[in-house]
């Protein structure tokens, strides 16, 4: 492989501290305080760690090891015994959040729950005695494939509290990924219900369980969990198949939490693998408890009187870690939601932060840039003066959308924390502190206390300021994923050798490029399978889109290389307008002109392709890899079934 050069060249230098209000009121309440947090957990992360360890969290006996390291397999806490869901539910019971609101639901058609932490606690316990009762043992894998309803977070929880490994399938992936993924896993038992509300429509989810275990291609599934949910008619195999309802009234509310290891298998994710078939990330108890805990505390900036909204599906990372478990560990009132912007309503997410007074908003740039599409009417039409924070998380944020958040969403005076991170680290890395870090429209901006990441080339050298390299990061951390379930190879080769080990110090390789500023701040510049190299220039795909966006004319844009025979690659980007512009030959030449002139000739597009929408994976990334595919002119042979919409492709080689 030859050296990255990956050049970044965007510059943005709009810098926005803290508002001195919002400082005095928070947790971690200026940079002078991050630093210090920072250089402490720096100087001795394992000490730093343990005193979290000790103050945050209940033990039922304290460990004796804070960090066994022998890379590039980690132990956190070995000798320790917790159970999370102690955690995130029994002690809150002993204090007066027993009648706190821990889960605020709302249906897609409007329909609403509220749970108290006694509540929660109680169905929980229920749900895990039904678990017994279905002889799911401490150690078993559990598949679990819901619509966002409250019973997905119980279902989690009723796992975590017996010592069942979840393995939480996206309700929006195909019956075939489910079989594979339950396969891998070697799950006992499904949890599913009837179907959920997805835009108007039902997701038929239980039909989809039984077409992934069809003809016994499962074989270590013995029996199906189904929630009643949306009330169609579904088969339901008798020997197999049990509804949730009928056994919910037989089941004692009195289920001791399991005594679990400190690092015993809290869950399987499955990562929608870019090559390659899915890789199990396995994720253990005590450190996720963790890392998720304060991880939420001091960059969600939680309050008591708080009502946290994180917009994403508990079928990801990020609602496994900041829908679930880092906000019920604090003790805070977490807010899940079942519907999406549709025809019938696009401007709901405005409705439920008006409906619930949403204090703090979590969501994804591609919502975000979608929200602009819509228009700002709809978020302007509502009351949103509850908001004191948001947060983004999933990509890179351009600047534009970025300030279009803060300014429309946030009305000028809330932070944006911008978070990077992944389902490998378990929880976020790279990210203001909302009360302490001044943010720039498009920044990460500083890594969390005890993460030392670093910027490098393929030797382990570190890169200059300004430079782009591979993004890695250097010291095991608590939230850390262990390994591939069942494959160690592969983790250690998909993370750990890419760069080779420094003075026999191995970095983890986090697959994204980034530079660091001047000032320290990471800029993440996209995967660094999405970069392309013109003419021996590296560049991010990223910074050319924010480039395009930031044109008046421009909703949208993804770039993507496309072989060349004299440069390598060149510079190819699809076009989503703003509502009322028509594609023009004029407008192509403005926008190319415009990328000129905001990033350089290097970046000059060959080809603007103008289109309607650009394909995403139902988790809402761009697919770039079908993106290429089309620019090269070539035909789709790859997997798209992980597409929201296949008739988007056709659109798209036509142009529109
Ligand atoms: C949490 C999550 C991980 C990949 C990651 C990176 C991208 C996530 C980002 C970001 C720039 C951010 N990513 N957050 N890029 N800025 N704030 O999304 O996990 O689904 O595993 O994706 O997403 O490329 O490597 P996951």
């Known amino acids: 492989m030859s050296q990255p050069t990956i050049e970044s060249i965007l510059q943005e230098k709009r810098l926005f501290p803290p508002s001195e209000a919002f400082a005095k009121a928070a947790h971690v309440n200026s940079l002078e305080a991050y630093k210090q947090l920072y250089e402490k957990a720096k100087l001795d992360p394992q000490k730093f760690w343990a005193e979290l360890a000790e103050t945050e969290l209940d033990w039922f006996e304290k460990w004796h090891t804070v960090l066994d390291w022998q890379p590039p397999f980690a132990k956190w806490f070995d000798g320790g015994k917790i159970n999370i869901t102690y955690n995130c539910l029994d002690r809150h019971l002993l204090t007066w959040r027993r009648n706190k609101a821990a889960l605020i639901w709302e249906g897609e058609p409007g329909d609403s729950r509220t749970l108290t932490y006694a509540q929660l606690h109680r169905e929980v316990c229920q749900f895990a005695n039904a678990l017994k009762q279905l002889d799911v043992q401490k150690g078993d894998r559990v598949g679990i494939y819901m619509p966002m309803i409250p019973e997905a977070a119980i279902a989690m929880l009723a796992c975590a509290r017996i010592g069942a490994t979840h393995s939480v399938v996206f309700g929006g992936f195909s019956a075939e990924a489910l079989r594979d993924r339950l396969k891998d896993g070697q799950a006992k038992l499904v949890i599913t219900s009837d179907g959920g509300w997805r835009k108007d429509a039902i997701v038929p989810l239980k039909d989809q369980v039984d077409k992934a275990l069809a003809d016994g291609a499962v074989p270590s599934v013995k029996d199906v969990l189904v929630v009643k949910r949306t009330n169609q008619e579904i088969t339901m195999q008798p020997s197999r198949d049990h509804w949730w309802h009928e056994l919910q009234p037989g089941m004692s509310a009195h289920c001791p939490p399991e005594p679990m290891d400190s690092e015993d298998m809290l869950f399987i994710l499955y990562t929608s693998g870019s090559t390659g078939k899915p890789k199990g990330v396995v994720h253990t108890t005590a450190g996720y408890n963790l890392y998720t805990h304060i991880t939420t505390k001091w960059i969600f900036d939680l309050k008591d009187t708080d009502v946290y909204w994180c917009t994403a599906d508990v079928g990801w990372i990020t609602g496994h870690s900041y829908i679930v478990y880092g906000p019920l560990s604090n003790g805070a009132t977490t807010l899940m939601y079942e519907g999406a912007p549709r025809a019938s309503n696009p401007g709901c997410i405005w409705d439920v932060i008006q409906k619930y007074g949403v204090n703090v908003f979590y969501t994804a740039p591609t919502a975000i840039r979608t929200f602009i599409k819509m228009g700002e009417h709809l978020p302007m039409s509502r009351d949103l003066s509850s908001l004191r924070l948001l947060g983004t998380v999933g990509e890179p944020i351009n600047p534009e959308a970025w300030m279009w958040y803060q300014r429309v969403i946030g ?43 670093d910027v490098v080339d393929l030797d382990g050298t570190p890169a200059a300021d300004n430079e782009g390299g591979y993004l890695v990061i250097k010291h095991p951390w608590p939230g850390m994923m262990r390994t591939v379930f069942g494959d160690p190879d592969r983790f250690r080769k998909s993370y750990w050798e890419h760069i080779p080990p420094q003075d026999g110090k191995y970095v983890y390789f986090a697959g994204d ?66 509502g009322a512009q028509e594609p023009s030959e004029a407008l192509a030449k403005a926008l190319k002109q415009h990328v000129v002139n905001e990033i350089g000739a290097i970046a000059r597009p060959s080809e603007i392709r103008f289109a309607e929408a650009l394909p995403k994976t139902r988790s809402g990334k761009i697919m770039r890899r079908l993106l290429r595919t089309i620019a090269a002119g070539q035909e789709i042979t790859s997997d798209t079934s992980t597409l929201e919409d296949r008739s988007i492709l056709d659109k798209l080689r036509e142009g529109v």
Request: hydrophobic share 40%; proline share 9%.
């Open 513 to 578: 490029g980034a530079r660091r500023d001047e000032d320290g701040y990471f800029w993440i510049m996209g995967r660094v399978d999405d970069v392309i190299n013109v003419a021996g220039h590296r560049l991010g795909t990223m910074e050319i889109e924010s480039a395009l966006v930031s044109h008046p004319s421009v909703a949208e844009a993804a770039v993507v290389g496309r072989p060349d025979e004299v440069k390598g690659e060149d510079v190819f980007a699809f076009v989503i307008l703003e």
């Open 411 to 453: 009305g000028g005076n809330c932070p944006i924390v911008d978070t990077w991170w992944q389902t490998e680290t378990g929880g976020v890395m790279i990210t203001p502190l909302p009360g302490a870090v001044p943010t720039k429209p498009g920044s990460a901006t500083l890594p969390f206390p005890g993460i030392i990441p």
